[in-house]
C-alpha cells in the first residue's frame, strides 16, 4: 500500500502564491498516477491536476489551468503543486491521491490512498 502526506498549506492574500507538496511511502513503485485533488466546504471533491509517473504526461482541470503547475521529484517520492496568481475561491482542503493501474489521468475513479489533506485559505 501507499501512503501520502500533504503539505505547504496555510493562509495567503488573493494574488499570492503556495506550493504544495505530497509525500508517498510504502510500495511507491506501484506508483502510475498521482493526482490533486480540493475540496471546498459544501462542494464535491474536484480534480485539479495529475502527472504521470515518468512526469511526461500531464491533466489539468479547466479552473487552475496557467496559474497551477504540477510537477515530481521521483527521487524523493514526491509530487508538487505550484499555485500562482490564487484567488478567493481557492480556498479549500487540498488532498492527493495516487493510481496504482495505467489509466487516464482524469480518470477520477482510478485514485486511491487518500492523503489528510492541507488547508489552503485565501482573503480577498
Known amino acids: 500500500q501507499v501512503q501520502m502526506v500533504e503539505s505547504g498549506g496555510g493562509l495567503v492574500q488573493a494574488g499570492g502564491s503556495l506550493r504544495l507538496s505530497c509525500a508517498a511511502s510504502?510500495?511507491?513503485?506501484?506508483?502510475?498516477?498521482t493526482g490533486w485533488f480540493r475540496q471546498a466546504p459544501g462542494k464535491g471533491r474536484e480534480l485539479l491536476a495529475a502527472?504521470?509517473?515518468?512526469?511526461?504526461?500531464?491533466y489539468y482541470a479547466d479552473s487552475v489551468k496557467g496559474r497551477f503547475t504540477i510537477s515530481r521529484d521521483n527521487a524523493k517520492n514526491t509530487v508538487y503543486l505550484q499555485m500562482n496568481s490564487l484567488k478567493p475561491e481557492d480556498t479549500a482542503v487540498y488532498s492527493c491521491?495516487?493510481?496504482?493501474?495505467?489509466?487516464?489521468?482524469?480518470?477520477?475513479?482510478?485514485?486511491?490512498?487518500w492523503g489528510q489533506g492541507t488547508q489552503v485559505t485565501v482573503s480577498s
Open positions: 510504502g510500495r511507491t513503485s506501484t506508483i502510475y498516477g
Open positions: 491521491a495516487v493510481q496504482t493501474r495505467i489509466v487516464s489521468l482524469d480518470y477520477t475513479g482510478g485514485y486511491l490512498n
Open positions: 502527472i504521470s509517473r515518468s512526469g511526461s504526461s500531464t
